[in-house]
């Protein structure tokens, strides 16, 4: 049964996405009242490396991980809290999301959410957090492959950036706002090894249209596109959960030959504009400006967006 709330604004359901923490986020998309917490602050798990840079801890760690129920539905959620370092991956990070996905192997809940919000790997902890990444990646292959939908929800000020970026392209379906980015490397690291003349970080128009969710969704590497609020990935995690696709041959044979069609397509393409173009969009140039109605119907007329290769 549905939980019937009079009054959704006392939710919070009007709250930005981006601007909310990690536990808004959560308190938000979830039933009230619904959510019970694994290994919370006052266990006081935190990173036994940050210390050695003198570099301050958080009680869990950056990484609520929890279950509770969506529109009824049992669910395990995982938030990355991303005004903590930057969202990023560390060892005790990383093991609570594993074992959060390991959980459902035996739980089997409707949905595994993945409410993403980092920059990748504690530079600090670089080999626990590129091992953590690995881990996660496995389980969750594992976690789909026992047909349990995990569902990858993006808005958050840090994006998903670098192995949070790998993580993503795993999950059986992606939500993003205009706000999130999706990208195994991030504008600055380019940059730096490119040059500015190759991507220029501190063009934040470029930024957002070469790896922003309208961007992502326009090419297949987001399967929705939600306004930033709590009660749009709400209902958009709902609804991803009600269309994840089976994990078999058939969808990743599917999903190989659709990224060699991209690249044989828009392999030649110096900016995000000419793959719009090619897109069937009428003015490219318009699309960073759309509102969230606008952009939704421009989708509904381009079907090649509808595919989900990432």
């Not at 990383?94 to 530079?123: C, E, N, Y």
């Not at 939600?226 to 044979?253: G, K, M, N, S, Y």
């Not at 069937?280 to 079907?303: H, I, K, Q, R």
């Amino acid at each position: 049964m549905s939980e019937r709330i009079i009054d959704p604004a006392a939710r919070g359901w009007a709250t930005s996405w981006y601007e909310a923490s990690a536990r808004a986020r959560i308190d938000g998309l979830l039933d009230a009242g619904s959510f019970r917490e694994i290994i919370g602050p006052e266990q006081r798990r935190m990173s036994p490396h940050l210390p050695l840079f003198d570099l301050p801890r958080a009680f869990d760690d950056g990484m609520i991980i929890g279950s509770g129920r969506l529109d009824g539905k049992p669910v395990l959620v995982a938030a990355q809290e991303g005004r903590f370092m930057g969202g990023a991956f560390g060892e005790v990070h990383g093991a609570k999301l594993v074992g959060l996905l390991r959980a459902a192997l035996p739980l089997k809940p409707d949905a595994v959410l993945i409410l993403f919000d980092t920059g990748g790997v504690r530079l600090q902890e670089a080999n626990a957090g590129e091992t953590a990444i690995a881990e996660v990646m496995r389980a969750i292959t594992q976690v789909r492959a026992a047909d349990v939908p995990v569902i990858g929800l993006i808005g958050g000020r840090a994006g998903a950036y670098g192995g949070g970026g790998l993580i993503a392209g795993t999950c059986s379906r992606l939500v993003v706002s205009e706000s999130g980015r999706i990208s195994v490397s991030g504008p600055e690291v380019i940059e730096t090894n490119k040059g500015a003349e190759e991507f220029d970080s501190r063009d934040r128009a470029l930024v957002w249209r070469t790896m922003g969710g309208k961007h992502r969704r326009l090419t297949g590497g987001a399967d929705a596109f939600a306004d930033d609020t709590v009660e749009a990935f709400r209902q958009a995690a709902l609804d991803a959960i009600a269309c994840a696709p089976a994990f078999d041959l058939t969808t990743l044979e599917a999903e190989q030959r659709r990224l060699e069609e991209r690249l044989a397509c828009f392999g030649d393409c110096r900016d995000a504009t000419e793959i719009w173009a090619r897109l069937g969009v009428n003015d490219p140039e318009a699309v960073p400006a759309l509102s969230t109605a606008d952009f939704d119907a421009l989708l509904a007329n381009l079907g090649e967006t509808t595919h989900d290769a990432r």
